[in-house]
């Protein structure tokens, strides 16, 4: 459905070195960097990262996420802690097993360093 995925960063270096150590976690080789962004390409898609175009502060989405597939709960716990290790911040409840109507969970939630909400999922 996605393309691809782009969220803003105000440091780019930070950014980079943030992003590099957590998508390590799901096998997406470090960042290709093009002047003001860094790209992350995977076979099923792209995430990239962005220093505003028109120059103004980027800032986070209200109640946006975005989520990363995980292929079992070990690489979720994986990808919360190379975050948290990079200079996200923890959020919600610590990394485990949720239920709903969507089915059993095991989730992880981080803020990247500017202030992005980011999700990693494994679906059981």
């Known amino acids: ?3 691809h995925i782009m969220v803003g960063a105000n440091d780019l270096p930070r950014a980079k070195a943030f992003y590099d150590a957590l998508l390590g ?3 997406v080789g470090p960042a290709m960097q093009d002047g003001h962004r860094i790209f992350y390409m995977t076979p099923t898609g792209v995430f990239a ?3 505003p175009i028109d120059g103004q502060p980027a800032t986070h ?4 996420t975005i989520g990363f597939a995980c292929k079992d ?3 979720v716990d994986a990808w919360h802690a190379a975050g948290v290790a990079a200079g996200g911040t923890s959020i919600e409840d610590p990394p485990g097993l949720r239920e709903g109507s969507v089915g059993k969970l ?3 939630y981080l803020r990247d360093p500017d202030g992005n909400k980011l999700c ?3 679906r059981l």
């Open 61 to 64: 989405a209200n109640g946006a």
């Open 120 to 122: 990693a999922l494994h």
């Open 1 to 3: 459905m996605f393309s």
């Open 49 to 51: 990262v962005s220093e």
């Open 25 to 27: 976690t799901l096998g």
């Open 73 to 75: 709960s070990a690489q």
């Open 106 to 108: 095991y989730l992880a």
